[in-house]
């Protein structure tokens, strides 16, 4: 078992070269997937950006008067499903913010109808944020609003929200919203319902290297207890449109700080399948070199994802499954295209 002082002693170039750091976390990927490198065909769908907690963190939520602020009608969320299901989708990818004057049954029926109209699209939807809020105004507990969203057709859930699961940093980055024992319990419910989930680390604001370690140990003392996570992707910091990054005069991190992140993450978290070097996040460049630093996972074509563009991510909205097939190849892996549960998709 690797010691707290030990994991955060990687995070200092000046004790520990990155190429070291890479070539042992390569190692644990090789374990787990071989010259496999994962990513599906999927569509980002972001309902309302109208969310009540407003964090510093976040340039994507708005209050509900502003004039960025919109609401997708359900039968323009179908539309955007049927699109995905055309472009041969095999997820569909549901995050939002947390809209006070939505009820619960919008959620469920959301999920219903998606599941009812399109049954091939596997539907990730719902950040643990999002679930303790379906709770809270249903006055359900956690577990039976998990056990009605599955019954509806939800399968997995995202990993969002996680941000730092330390509370004092929690404080400063996005006060209003539930804090990390609430992420943790949403996730563990889930895992005993049966639902699989992914987990972030949103790294590179005002967390210390301790912050980044604790939360890390976190994740893999929950993957020990339930073994429902299948991946975690760490998340750069976008700091260009944000309160905090404003305040704090914040910079984006480095892809030499982004490539000791994810070999760190491949390190500790050895109980989890997957490292995930998600290209919306990351950069392609940045994505496609840590596939040697221990990822081995490209996420997806994701169309039409909102919450890290309007944070000022550069990347495009989409790319091609032969773009990320050539990414994967040029890098000396064998693509393998997969559903939301890690499960090779063959296609015809
Ligand atoms: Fe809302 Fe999530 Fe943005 Fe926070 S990060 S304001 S919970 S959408």
Same mark, same amino acid.
């Given at each position: ?6 994991? #955060? ?13 890479? &070539? ?16 599906? +065909?999927?569509?980002? /769908? ?26 997708? =009608? ?6 955007? *499903? ?29 999920? $219903? ?10 539907? @990730? ?5 999002? +679930? ?15 056990? =009605?969203?599955? =019954? *509806? ?10 941000? /730092?699961?330390?509370?004092? #940093? ?6 209003? @919203?539930?804090?990390?024992? #609430?992420?943790?319990? #949403? ?7 049966? +639902?699989?989930?992914?987990? &972030? +680390? ?5 967390? &210390? ?40 005069? %914040? ?5 030499? =700080?982004? %490539?000791?992140? /994810?070999?760190?993450? $491949? ?7 997957? /490292? ?14 840590? %596939? ?13 994802? $909102? ?21 994967? $190849? ?19």
């Amino acid at each position: 078992m690797i010691s707290m002082e030990k994991a #955060v002693r990687w995070f200092d170039s000046a004790q520990t070269p990155l190429h070291e750091l890479g &070539t042992q976390a390569d190692a644990v990927r090789k374990k787990w997937s071989g010259d496999a490198v994962y990513y599906n +065909i999927n569509a980002h /769908i972001n309902p309302t950006n109208v969310c009540q907690y407003r964090c510093a963190l976040c340039a994507y939520s708005c209050d509900s008067d502003s004039p960025r602020a919109y609401r997708m =009608e359900l039968d323009e969320i179908l539309q955007r *499903a049927e699109d995905a299901e055309k472009a041969g989708c095999t997820e569909v990818h549901l995050v939002s913010g947390v809209d006070p004057r939505l009820p619960y049954g919008w959620y469920l029926e959301m999920v $219903r109808e998606i599941h009812r109209t399109f049954p091939t699209l596997l539907i @990730k939807a719902f950040t643990a944020v999002e +679930i303790a809020w379906m709770a809270e105004i249903s006055g359900k507990s956690l577990q039976r609003v998990l056990a =009605e969203l599955r =019954e *509806a057709g939800l399968k997995t859930l995202p990993g969002g929200g996680a941000e /730092i699961l330390v509370d004092s #940093v929690r404080e400063k980055i996005c006060a209003r @919203k539930p804090m990390s024992e #609430v992420w943790l319990e #949403v996730h563990r419910t889930a895992h005993r319902l049966g +639902i699989p989930s992914t987990a &972030t +680390i949103l790294y590179g604001h005002l967390e &210390t290297w301790e912050d980044r370690v604790q939360h890390l140990f976190r994740l893999r003392e929950l993957q020990a207890e339930t073994g429902g996570f299948l991946a975690l992707i760490p998340l750069a910091f976008h700091p260009g449109a944000t309160v905090l990054g404003k305040e704090n005069a %914040l910079r984006r991190t480095s892809a030499e =700080e982004d %490539l000791r992140m /994810i070999a760190i993450s $491949r390190l500790i978290l050895d109980n989890f399948p997957h /490292i995930k070097a998600y290209w919306i996040s990351l950069g392609i460049g940045t994505a496609q070199t840590a %596939l040697a630093y221990g990822a081995d996972d490209l996420d997806g074509t994701v169309r039409q994802e $909102r919450i890290h563009h309007d944070a000022g991510s550069q990347t495009p909205q989409c790319l091609t499954v032969e773009e990320l097939c050539q990414l994967i $190849r040029e890098a000396g892996r064998i693509p393998v295209e997969r559903d939301s549960l890690y499960r090779p998709v063959i296609r015809s």
